[in-house]
């Protein structure tokens, strides 16, 4: 039992001990220690220095061809059709899965089939079949016409003319990626509040003006980060373009590759490290989209990877102040 408060002490025995405690701003918190997570760590550090080694020190890959193709002309010619076989077939994506994710929606049964049918067969079809059946779609319709079904023809003109190369590549991806961001775009207006439709409406406000002003900004905040991920899946799907006699920038790689065959290696080296690159600007574009969108769902915007190592600074700098202080 302890003695109560100035009890006597007996004699023979020595006093107790006086404690005197320090003020909480003296006293040093001791974080929690995680030996494990610093195994994993020391691990992780380990394997990615084997593989950063064997990368540089391996001859195999021989850099310095990579080095010479890395901005040769081929090699930007190819990259700018890539570029441009993207940048079409996205905006005619996404303009397209707008469409059908709208005919989804309608009270029309017969838009709701045909949108339905559109997705379900452009979504079961590989992509290379579709660009192969474009490629030979002259040997099924010399010529297209313009008019009346079953009736007279107002305009013809010749298929062959029309679709040279690059258009081949273009619909063919487009009519791919409109199945696909139909789905996205559907989900993303789904994903709105049902209150926000009714308050909408409450209003008197026309649909269209409805749908352009109160429900797709806020759908997305939900479409953006899915269709980032399509688009990330359309700059690489471009590579297929080869097939369709397009030299984007895999077909430059495989057209230098069988001429040069000793650079094989550093050719797909320099396709890898280009998709990278461009996946890359993309996924940053996506973080400063999804930020300009969140300004209204969250009370605090997500910082920029700027802002986030100046605060990292700042508390590295605090931390060292505290230690050199105690």
Not at 202 to 216: D, H, S, T
């Given at each position: 039992m302890s003695e109560p408060l100035g009890a006597a002490v007996s004699p023979g025995t020595a006093p107790p001990p006086i404690t005197v405690s320090r003020p909480l701003s003296a006293q040093r918190v001791l974080p929690l220690r995680h030996p494990g997570r610093w195994i994993v760590t020391a691990v992780v550090l380990v394997v990615v220095a084997q593989i950063a080694h064997g990368l540089v020190t391996n001859r195999f890959y021989q850099w310095d061809r990579f080095q010479y193709w890395f901005v040769r002309p081929v090699i930007m010619d190819g990259l700018l059709i890539t570029l441009e076989v993207t940048a079409f077939s996205a905006a005619l994506g996404l303009v397209g899965g707008i469409l059908l994710a709208l005919a989804r929606l309608s009270r029309s049964p017969v838009l709701r089939a045909v949108s339905w049918v559109y997705i379900w067969l452009f979504r079961s079809v590989p992509l290379i079949v579709v660009l192969l059946f474009l490629y030979n779609f002259s040997a099924l319709y010399h010529t297209l016409s313009i008019g009346v079904p079953f009736g007279p023809a107002f305009v013809r003109f010749d298929?062959?003319?029309?679709?040279?190369?690059?258009?081949?590549?273009?619909?063919?991806?487009?009519?791919?990626?409109?199945?696909?961001?139909?789905?996205?775009?559907?989900?993303?207006?789904?994903?709105?509040?049902?209150?926000?439709?009714?308050?909408?409406?409450?209003?008197?406000?026309?649909?269209?003006?409805?749908?352009?002003?109160?429900?797709?900004?806020?759908?997305?905040r939900a479409i953006i980060p899915s269709y980032v991920n399509q688009l990330i899946g359309l700059v690489k799907s471009t590579s297929l373009v080869f097939y369709v006699s397009l030299l984007d920038l895999f077909g430059s790689v495989q057209s230098?590759?069988?001429?040069?065959?000793?650079?094989?290696?550093?050719?797909?080296?320099?396709?890898?490290?280009?998709?990278?690159?461009?996946?890359?600007?993309?996924?940053?574009?996506?973080?400063?989209?999804?930020?300009?969108?969140?300004?209204?769902?969250?009370?605090?915007?997500?910082?920029?990877?700027?802002?986030?190592?100046?605060?990292?600074?700042?508390?590295?700098?605090a931390r060292v102040q505290r230690e050199t202080a105690i």
């Open positions: 298929e062959s003319r029309l679709a040279t190369d690059i258009v081949i590549a273009v619909v063919g991806l487009s009519l791919n990626e409109a199945a696909y961001a139909a789905e996205v775009v559907r989900a993303g207006i789904l994903s709105v509040d049902q209150g926000q439709h009714e308050a909408a409406a409450a209003l008197g406000l026309p649909k269209r003006y409805q749908f352009a002003r109160i429900v797709f900004p806020q759908a997305l230098m590759g069988s001429t040069y065959p000793g650079d094989i290696v550093p050719l797909l080296l320099v396709a890898t490290v280009w998709y990278v690159i461009l996946t890359s600007v993309v996924s940053v574009v996506q973080f400063y989209v999804e930020r300009y969108y969140s300004r209204g769902a969250l009370r605090t915007v997500p910082p920029t990877p700027l802002q986030r190592l100046r605060a990292g600074a700042r508390d590295l700098r």
